[in-house]
């Protein structure tokens, strides 16, 4: 038996799992340390979509006073009783809540692989920041495999000691924002999804913008820096358009109607909408600190921060044909390389040291 051990079950996880759990049957059960996650609130209704058995771990949620950006960490108020599992996969933050784990598992001398998508120390609760070294390099020097989400998370659990590390592109349905189109035209729609947040640098695209003409920015999320977000756009008169929260099922169709998508965070794990903006035929702009920049054509990553060249890209796609080329390129990857059932097959594969 494998216990899977992983923490809110986002819808994109949720289609992973069910289609892992039509391969493996009665070899598999998942465990859920977090059903409280109070930014994850819209996607409870997803629970009802799950296929696989599965078990709630009961954590204890400690409030980060000090950063809107990361506003808590989870600790297990009780270690599960894993005994009877031979393997067990453990995902998540990487944090003090996996330690507990991994340590347990340790003692039972159980064999435990890990899930990862990160490539910063620094993502996480902020107060932990100390400590989180010394957590990782105990987690990627005891695992049996390293499972990683992005060629940069392969690169970090490599640097703190990973013993074997292998790549499985993140996937989710993909096939959900399967849309083709081809672009026509230098007047820019540009698209933003995510949370208003500083981590995300959304004023970099405020700043890129300035003096621009034939463009329109829309903005979709919700956060703490949307009244000074706003303010902003209305001081320097930018065509910026705050959508606010759109339901996950609804951006399949709201992506049809963009050109650009833009992400410029400065510490992305990975980025799912890099993704679905590409199934949905939109080109790409990627700060050099996004996961899925893999799916991105280099010329189109810039280093975090750096807003004369995110102005430069941006204006490069005025030309319509340098965004189908863009899209063609980025959606072939894509298939060839994150398609759900490829990343299931592979996922079995490591478990089974094949």
């Known amino acids: 038996m494998i216990a899977f051990i992983s923490n809110y079950p986002t819808p994109q996880k949720i289609y992973l799992f069910n289609l892992l759990y039509e391969n493996l ?14 930014k994850r609130e819209s996607w409870k209704k997803y629970i009802d979509e799950i296929n696989f058995p599965y078990e709630i771990i009961e954590s204890q949620r400690i409030l980060n ?10 600790i297990l ?26 340590k347990s598992l340790l003692n039972l001398k159980i064999p435990y692989f890990l899930w990862i998508e990160s490539f910063n120390l620094r993502e996480g609760n902020s107060l932990f920041l100390p400590f989180r070294y010394l957590i990782r390099k105990f987690l990627f020097n ?20 990973a013993k074997n590390v292998i790549l499985n592109w993140t996937s989710f349905n993909i096939y959900k924002f399967d849309y083709n189109k081809l672009h026509n035209g230098n007047f820019l729609k540009m698209l933003f999804v995510g949370r ?6 959304i004023f970099d695209i405020l700043k890129a913008l300035k003096g621009l003409y034939e463009y329109k920015l829309d903005i979709v999320g919700s956060g ?23 339901d996950y099922e609804k951006m399949s169709e709201i992506y049809k109607n963009y050109d650009i998508l833009i992400l410029p965070s400065e510490s992305e794990v990975f980025g799912y909408v890099v993704i679905e903006a590409i199934m949905s035929s939109l080109a790409v702009i990627v700060s050099n600190q996004v996961g899925a920049k893999d799916f991105v054509r280099e010329d189109f990553h810039f ?52």
């Not at 208003?196 to 640098?201: C, E, G, H, N, S």
């Not at 204006?315 to 398609?339: G, P």
């Open 196 to 201: 208003l947040i500083r981590r995300k640098r």
């Open 142 to 161: 005891n695992a049996i495999s390293v499972i990683c989400g992005s060629k940069m998370s392969l690169e970090h659990a490599k640097r703190l000691g």
């Open 303 to 354: 280093k975090v921060g750096d807003i004369k060249i995110l102005r430069q890209k941006i204006l490069k796609l005025r030309d319509h044909n340098l965004r189908n080329e863009l899209v063609h390129y980025s959606k072939e990857l894509v298939l060839n390389h994150a398609k759900p059932e490829d990343w299931v097959n592979r996922f079995i594969k490591a478990l089974r040291g094949q």
């Open 25 to 38: 049957k009665d070899e598999i059960i998942f465990f859920f340390t977090d059903f409280s996650n109070p």
């Open 77 to 102: 108020k009780k270690i599960p009783d894993l005994k009877k599992f031979k393997k067990v996969v453990i995902s998540g933050g990487l944090n003090i809540l996996e330690f507990q784990i991994a």
């Open 65 to 74: 006073k000090f950063s809107k950006d990361i506003g808590s960490i989870l």
């Open 224 to 246: 703490h820096l949307y009244d000074k977000l706003r303010n902003y756009v209305q001081k320097n008169k930018l065509c910026v358009e705050f959508k606010g929260e759109v």
